[in-house]
């Protein structure tokens, strides 16, 4: 992801020569994740959920964050808010920063004042934030009192337009139910409503719209941009759908098992994927135009295990790209860990990076053509990843 802008240069023959002597300033985007890594006591031992992740967003910035089920989205996420479940969850090392702040370290009460109004976050599970026991004007009416002091009628009327804008009708009236009077969809739209009314500098949407129909995911997907576009704030935004990927997305992170395996803009992902992964799962998404039984590629076999992750590198076993090359670099990948590295303007976890000409195989499913080698059920409609 491209860093932060720098600050004008300083002027006149002092400024030519400081710009000479001194180095140049780092680029700081306004949130870092170096290196995450947590992981969860399980009865069977420590299972890794991220292990190494690392990211950034610029404010102005959208980061689209995919990768098949249980490779670690959400628990990336919701480490940014120090919000996984201890236990079982740990924070194994790692460290993420927010305008240049240690979150891992900040004392609680300060974390209290970044939540909800320079970060916010809507939750995959509705919830997760919403408050059984107050109702939804409480619930909006305290975002709005802690992040504008506004109370009485003037936040009552704010809290209902919003309530309208992410479509709920008889705003009004809505303000007045608790969690459990709504329906599922109502709920991600009181989340959403709640997150967006905060304008806060990073919002990180986990899967926010999965439950919603296609026009009301279409004007909530419009409102973000709107909101993006007036506060100019970075948003990290969590999906399976790959259509979204590309209408909201300015880089893209590409996880498996843990770990990003790819980050790129979004046109260098989708015109030139570098990691067999990526191109596996881009392919599997159909086309405009597609008939529904034309074959398309799939990804074989299951994401390993997080509790004991191979040495190598941990697509091999599924890895269409590795069966065609010679056996000592197949080996290769089996024994040795790929890094993230730099690879023109992107990163790529791979040792032997795709030119651009390569294709997964391509064999006919009997019906549709996604398949879901993690679990049983298949993928939702109009999704190309899990
Ligand atoms: N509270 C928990 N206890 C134990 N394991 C957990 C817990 N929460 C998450 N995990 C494990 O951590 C891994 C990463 O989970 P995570 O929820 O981040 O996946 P995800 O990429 O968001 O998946 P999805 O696309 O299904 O939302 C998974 O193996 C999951 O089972
Ligand atoms: S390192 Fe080898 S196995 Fe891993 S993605 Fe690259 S080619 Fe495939
Ligand atoms: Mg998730």
Known sequence: MTGGGRGPAPAGDAAAENTLTRPPEPDVALLEIDNLQVGFDTEDGLLRAVDGVSCQVDGGRTLGVVGESGCGKSVTASSILRLVPSPPGRMLGGEIRFDGTDILSLPREELGRIRGREIAMIFQDPMTSLNPVFTVEKQMGEVLRLRFDLTGEPARARAAEMLSTVGIADARSRLSSYPHELSGGMKQRVMIAMALLSEPRL????????????????????????????????????????????????????????????????????????????????????????????????????????????????????????????????????????????????????????????????????????????????????????
């Open 203 to 386: 919002l990180i949407a986990d899967e926010p719209t999965t439950a919603l129909d296609v026009t009301i995911q279409a004007q909530i997907l419009h409102l973000i941009r709107e909101m993006q576009a007036e506060t100019g704030a970075a948003v990290l935004f969590i999906t399976h759908d790959m259509g979204v990927v590309a209408e909201m997305c300015d880089e893209v992170a590409v996880m498996y098992a843990g770990r990003v395996v790819e980050q790129a803009g979004v046109i260098e992902i989708y015109e030139r994927p570098r990691h067999p992964y990526t191109k596996g799962l881009l392919m599997s998404v159909p086309r405009k135009g597609q008939t529904k039984d034309r074959a398309l590629p799939t990804i074989e076999g299951v994401v390993p295990s997080l509790l004991e992750p191979p040495k190598g590198c941990r697509f091999a076993d599924r890895c269409w790209h590795r069966k065609r090359l010679g056996e000592a670099d197949r080996a290769r990948c089996v024994d040795e860990d790929p890094a993230l590295r730099s690879l023109e303007g992107g990163r790529v976890a791979c040792h032997f990076p795709l030119k651009g000409d390569e294709t997964p195989p391509v064999e006919p499913p009997p019906g549709a053509g996604l398949s879901d080698p993690v679990t049983s059920d298949g993928p939702p409609p109009g999704t190309g990843v899990e």
